[in-house]
Nanobody
């Protein structure tokens, strides 16, 4: 069973930047497409950005032009560079397979909290 450990979150002012990291316990190349998701209080989890093994990327409209997803298959790492952060980006961020059904629902990590506030 694969495990994910997310890190890099924190408190940042509006307009600031953060870089999130996700370490997987096994090959993300074998998993395939990976994604960052987020869940704000009282809201459903939503897909923020995805990246295929071929490095094709897709982004939610709300983060296009501000967030950049990347992956390092050799290190089993996935990253999310977040710039020009807004208060509405406040959420717990998770990395996981895309679609999640590829792994089932038993492998979600703890996530990393991102809070954007002045």
């Amino acid at each position: 069973q694969v495990r994910f450990v997310e890190s890099g979150g924190g408190l940042v002012q509006p307009g600031g930047s953060l870089r999130l990291s996700c370490a997987a316990s096994r090959s993300i190349f074998m998993i395939g497409a990976m994604a960052w998701y987020r869940q704000a209080p009282g809201k459903q989890r939503e897909l923020v950005a995805r990246i295929a093994n071929g490095l094709t990327t897709n982004y939610a409209d709300s983060v296009k032009g501000r967030f950049t997803i990347s992956r390092d298959n050799a290190k089993n790492m996935v990253y999310l560079q977040m710039n020009s952060l807004k208060p509405e980006d406040t959420a717990v961020y998770y990395c996981y397979a895309d679609p999640p059904s590829r792994l089932g629902n038993d492998s979600w990590g703890q996530g990393t909290q991102v809070t954007v506030s002045s």
